[in-house]
C-alpha cells in the first residue's frame, strides 16, 4: 500500500489544519488507518486511528477533543481535522495502514506501510 499525506503548513496557535492521507493499492478499503507524529527531538508518538469502516476511533489524551479523525473509504483517504492547534502540536506528522487496527495502536513497530510525512508548524 502506497500512502500520500498533505496537508501541513504553518499555522498561528489556536488555528487549525485538516490533514488528508491517500491510500492507493493492496485492499485499502480494509485496511485500518491511523495518524503518528515526531516532533523534534522526541520519539514517534500515536495521534489517532481509526478501524476500516471509520469506526472505533482513538486518540491520544494529548489530542482529545481538539482533534478528530475520519476515513472515506469511497476516496480512500483518511483526514485528520486538528482544531486549537498548540506549539507542543508541532510536528512531521505520519500516516499509517494496517490491517489489523489492534496493530495499529498497540504494535506500531509491526506496521510496515507509512506516507511521507507532512510537516506540521504551530507558531505562537
Known sequence: V???????????????????????GGRTLR?????????PGKEREFVAAVNWN?????YADSVKGRF?????NAKSTAYLQMNS???ED?????????ENYNTLVRRP??????????LVTVSS
Do not use: N
Not at 485496511?31 to 516532533?39: C, N, P, S, T
Open 2 to 24: 502506497q500512502l500520500q499525506a498533505s496537508g501541513g503548513g504553518l499555522v498561528e496557535a489556536g488555528g487549525s489544519l485538516r490533514l488528508s492521507c491517500s491510500a492507493s
Open 85 to 87: 492547534l498548540k506549539p
Open 54 to 58: 471509520g469506526g472505533m476511533p482513538l
Open 109 to 118: 513497530a509491526q506496521i510496515h506501510s507509512w506516507g511521507q510525512g507532512t
Open 90 to 98: 508541532e510536528a512531521v506528522y505520519y500516516c499509517a495502514v494496517a
Open 68 to 72: 478528530t479523525i475520519s476515513k472515506d
Open 31 to 39: 485496511y485500518a488507518m491511523g495518524w503518528f507524529r515526531r516532533a
